[in-house]
């Protein structure tokens, strides 16, 4: 059991990081948008880092709830000097699927033995899929199949 519950706090600590990864890179992309659609694209990528400070804070929860420290790192930040949005886009995308395996890996190891946790995952797991299919209906031009 105590192997079981370090697996899933590391796994916790890793997600929190994540997301507060998430956090730095959808604010800093946000100032890196110009031209016409600057305004909503910057607007959607800071509602996307409340988003991620959130599920880091849900995260971080958990992870006192098992009666442990929250981390007090944060995942990798890949410095960007991309000019296209699409370009910024695409990176997102890898970062939110990122995102989803450890959500995925949080579900390998409480399926079936801690019902809140288990939730916790799929719900995450579900918000990170939409937010990956929005992106890419984002990233696609009209009369794309």
């Known amino acids: 059991m105590a192997a079981s519950k370090t697996s899933v706090v590391d796994t916790l600590n890793r997600i929190v990081e994540h997301e507060l990864a998430g956090v730095?890179?959808?604010?800093?992309?946000?100032?890196?948008i110009f031209g016409h659609a600057r305004i909503p694209i910057i607007s959607w990528?800071?509602?996307q880092a409340i988003e991620a400070i959130?599920?880091?804070?849900?995260?971080g929860e958990e992870v006192t709830s098992l009666g442990s420290k929250v981390s007090l790192g944060i995942g990798d930040l890949v410095g960007t000097h991309h000019d296209s949005v699409d370009e910024i886009m695409t990176e997102l995308v890898l970062h939110e699927e990122a995102g989803?395996?450890?959500?995925?890996?949080?579900?390998?190891?409480?399926?079936?033995?801690?019902?809140?946790?288990?939730?916790?995952?799929?719900?995450q797991i579900r918000a990170e899929e939409l937010h990956v299919n929005e992106i890419k209906k984002m990233l696609k031009k009209r009369g794309d199949a």
Do not use: C, P
């Open 24 to 32: 730095v890179r959808y604010t800093q992309y946000s100032l890196m």
């Open 45 to 47: 990528m800071q509602a």
């Open 54 to 59: 959130d599920h880091a804070r849900m995260a």
């Open 100 to 123: 989803i395996v450890l959500y995925r890996d949080l579900l390998a190891l409480t399926e079936g033995k801690n019902v809140s946790l288990e939730e916790f995952a799929r719900q």
